[in-house]
């Protein structure tokens, strides 16, 4: 696992506030991200939810969070560029599910690594209906990383996650260069059949883990 997944996974779902108490000035996009994050470390220490019979309940729960952090459709929207305006509605509420599915499952198993990373708030810049987030995450051995998340306002006074920049390098961008290669070199129909060829390995490794996780922790037999 690279050290940037890591980060973007803990980034994207988990904060604990290094002051006491909340910043009197961090605007709405901060509160509002800050507020579902809390969500996210409620399920991550629940006790209840921790146990391996509710392994699916646990992470399900995690999903729906991060569906109300991130705006997938604008994150799908500017990963694919100028590909998107090409595509049929039909065409991006498929794709859209597809790379949220990916994103959600590629992360989810490293939110469950967390062990106490922290993450400061350090203020928002807004510019209309768009504002950056800037945080600095803090690890165990004490580096510390700096994480912007770049979020828009959504249906009046909703601000949602779009993209996020860790150490300088945009989550958005990355995946963009690579769909764009991708339907360069195949077409587009070959991006969505390789999100969709993801989406059913993770759905087969979602199978498998509960059988995997019982094989660990049995003793073989003699």
Do not use: C
């Not at 949220?100 to 350090?122: H, T």
């Not at 987030?133 to 601000?159: C, F, N, Q, S």
């Not at 860790?166 to 961008?173: P, Q």
């Amino acid at each position: 696992m690279s050290v940037r997944a890591m980060v973007f996974a803990i980034a994207v779902l988990l904060t604990v506030t290094m002051a006491a108490g909340r910043q009197a000035w961090a605007g709405a996009p901060t509160e509002q991200l800050r507020t579902q994050i809390e969500r996210a470390i409620k399920v991550l220490d629940d006790p209840e939810l921790m146990k391996e019979a509710r392994m699916v309940e646990r992470r399900a729960a995690i999903r729906r969070i991060a569906s109300e952090i991130f705006d997938f459709s604008e994150t799908t929207r500017r990963s694919l560029g100028p590909h998107w305006q090409a595509r049929t509605p039909q065409e991006r509420d498929e794709v859209t599910l597809l790379f949220a599915d990916l994103l959600e499952r590629s992360y989810i198993g490293k939110i469950e690594m967390y062990s106490g990373e922290k993450i400061q708030f350090l203020g928002d810049a807004l510019e209309g209906d768009q504002a950056t987030v800037r945080t600095r995450l803090v690890t165990k051995p004490g580096a510390e990383i700096p994480v912007d998340y770049r979020m828009h306002r959504v249906g009046g006074d909703r601000w949602l996650a779009y993209d996020v920049v860790i150490e300088g390098v945009s989550l958005v961008a990355n995946y963009r260069a690579q769909f764009n290669k991708i339907i360069q070199t195949a077409g587009y129909k070959a991006l969505g059949n390789k999100l969709y060829a993801r989406e059913q390995e993770g759905i087969q490794a979602d199978r498998e883990l509960p059988v995997k996780k019982a094989s660990q922790t049995t003793s073989p037999t003699k």
